[in-house]
């Protein structure tokens, strides 16, 4: 990724009577790095020393947050990894924002320092999906595809009572794409009524709705991405069917073999209201079931609101209605596609 956004250090020690300790040597903090990327991955390490060149001994110096914005992560508490001075690593959010730290000692006078994130203004691919965004790690990316093809394929069980907002195919790709952002903890699953939750890791990156986007997640204009489309309505919480295709994921193969756990199936039937439809791909089911399975919301049918379906690859290939079968012969199968998040560097 380009480096588009910087993080800055503010250096400002204390010497107030609140930081006076025993004896009268200070703590001195400093870093290599003068900038980098906020994306929420960068490690920052800040360096810890005395001024009067005293030996630091692990456990006689610690760190504790003042102020923060930002979601920045503490890695971990103070170390000092062999030939290398004690240190405090960091990882900046990707939202812009400020952390105070306070380096302390028990026969030190304490340092203050002040890191300021800036917005990661790039766009890489140049497909409209912010930088800041993207799932770059690996880890991250099989996280998202775990819990977007779990919370999808729950909502076609039966006794499963769905969101309301879940009315359509577009609504269930928008629930399940947000909700695979979100920290899955005993709240969340009390909130969404999902019962036990599996072990399984969520993406480290960020979480929902905490990036400069906030809630509005779906890009619904086209173009590149600028900072200015933070405010000016290019993204919304809402997008339908047409512009999570066309402005939030992009085209891989018409040949569904190639598909992945977690990418879009989309289907042009020309004719109708609403002629673009979508199916999540789940491959192996999470619930025990054999075969590659899609999950899809049929949408209304005049009085009838439609339900969620979980059909088998195989049945669909053998669709009767030759319309709906993902092959290559079909023009009104679009192709398979995926999350503008989930690209990976060629």
């Not at 939750?197 to 969520?202: G, H, I, K, Q, T």
């Amino acid at each position: 990724m380009r480096n588009a956004g910087v993080v800055v250090f503010i250096l400002v020690l204390c010497f107030g009577a609140g930081c006076r300790p025993r004896e009268g040597s200070q703590l001195v903090v400093d870093s290599p790095l003068r900038s980098v990327i906020a994306d929420g991955e960068s490690r920052v390490f800040l360096r810890i020393s005395a001024k009067d060149g005293r030996t630091l001994k692990l456990g006689d110096i610690y760190a504790r947050v003042l102020e923060q914005d930002g979601h920045w992560r503490i890695v971990g508490a103070v170390s000092r990894h062999p030939g290398e001075p004690m240190a405090l690593e960091f990882v900046p959010g990707v939202n812009p924002g400020l952390l105070t730290i306070e380096i302390r000692g028990t026969t030190f006078r304490s340092s203050r320092v002040t890191l300021k994130s800036l917005l990661m203004k790039g766009d890489f691919y140049r497909d409209g999906t912010p930088d800041f965004l993207r799932l770059t790690a690996p880890q991250d990316r099989s996280a998202f595809r775990y819990w977007f093809t779990l919370l999808a394929e729950r909502q076609a069980l039966s006794g499963v009572k769905l969101p309301p907002e879940i009315n359509d195919c577009a609504a269930l790709l928008r629930y399940s794409y947000r909700e695979s952002m979100r920290k899955h903890d005993s709240t969340w699953a009390s909130d969404s009524n999902f019962g036990a939750l599996p072990v399984a890791s969520d993406i480290v990156k960020y979480s929902y709705p905490y990036t400069p986007l906030g809630p509005k997640l779906f890009r619904v204009k086209q173009g590149v991405f600028l900072p200015a489309d933070l405010v000016d309505g290019t993204f919304s919480e809402f997008a339908d069917a047409k512009s999570l295709i066309v402005e939030n994921a992009h085209f891989l193969t018409r040949d569904v073999r190639l598909a992945q756990p977690g990418d879009l199936l989309f289907f042009r039937q020309f004719g109708q209201s609403s002629p673009f439809h979508s199916m999540i791909f789940v491959g192996r089911s999470h619930f025990g079931a054999g075969n590659e399975w899609l999950v899809y919301h049929t949408g209304p049918d005049g009085k009838w609101p439609g339900e969620i379906r979980r059909v088998s690859l195989s049945s669909l290939l053998a669709h009767p209605n030759a319309r709906w079968r993902p092959v290559i012969s079909n023009p009104n199968f679009l192709g398979v596609f995926r999350w503008n998040i989930l690209r990976e560097a060629k």
